[in-house]
């Protein structure tokens, strides 16, 4: 996933607010390809592995718990810069401060319920997505 991919997670809260396809909407129109998709629910501890990066900050434990509060849809997107671009659209994490337009000041409650997660690296999105997709998932 080097250059083209990165990684995103719609979160508990948008899912349940039935964001999802409005948000997959704004993807496809800011022309990513969408590589893979599913929805799916995450158990505590495996919402610790995925955020094992955090693990020492004092808010993983609620992390964790928010993001096995419900289901979450993954993907995969294709996209040349992906992970910059990508991160333009959904917006900065705090969505009072997130720009006009972006997924996050469209969806997001607040900096923890902040609708989508979105790869800040060529190498995480690498990482993130195989956590969720194996290889025969990833078109």
Same mark, same amino acid.
């Not at 990165?6 to 948008?14: C, E, L, Q, W, Y």
């Given at each position: 996933?080097?250059?083209?991919?990165?990684?995103?997670?719609?979160?508990? /809260?948008?899912?349940?607010?039935?964001?999802? #396809? $409005? *948000?997959?909407? +704004? !993807?496809? =129109?800011?022309?990513?390809?969408?590589?893979?998709?599913?929805?799916?629910?995450?158990?505590?501890?495996?919402?610790?592995?995925?955020?094992?990066?955090?693990?020492?900050?004092?808010?993983?434990? /609620?992390?964790?718990?928010?993001?096995?509060? #419900? $289901? *979450?849809?993954? +993907? !995969?997107? =294709?996209?040349?810069?992906?992970?910059?671009?990508?991160?333009?659209?959904?917006?900065?994490?705090?969505?009072?401060?997130?720009?006009?337009?972006?997924?996050?000041?469209?969806?997001?409650?607040?900096?923890?319920?902040?609708?989508?997660?979105?790869?800040?690296?060529?190498?995480?999105?690498?990482?993130?997505?195989?956590?969720?997709?194996?290889?025969?998932?990833?078109?």
């Amino acid at each position: 996933m080097s250059g083209n991919r990165t990684f995103t997670m719609i979160k508990p /809260d948008a899912v349940a607010e039935n964001h999802t #396809g $409005a *948000i997959i909407k +704004m !993807i496809e =129109e800011a022309g990513f390809s969408i590589v893979a998709l599913k929805k799916t629910l995450l158990t505590p501890e495996r919402a610790g592995e995925f955020y094992t990066v955090h693990k020492e900050r004092p808010f993983y434990a /609620d992390l964790c718990k928010y993001m096995s509060s #419900g $289901a *979450i849809v993954p +993907m !995969i997107l =294709e996209k040349d810069n992906a992970v910059a671009d990508f991160r333009t659209l959904i917006g900065a994490t705090n969505p009072a401060n997130a720009d006009e337009g972006t997924i996050r000041k469209l969806f997001a409650k607040s900096i923890e319920a902040n609708a989508i997660h979105g790869s800040d690296s060529d190498e995480n999105a690498t990482i993130e997505g195989n956590f969720f997709f194996s290889g025969t998932e990833q078109f």
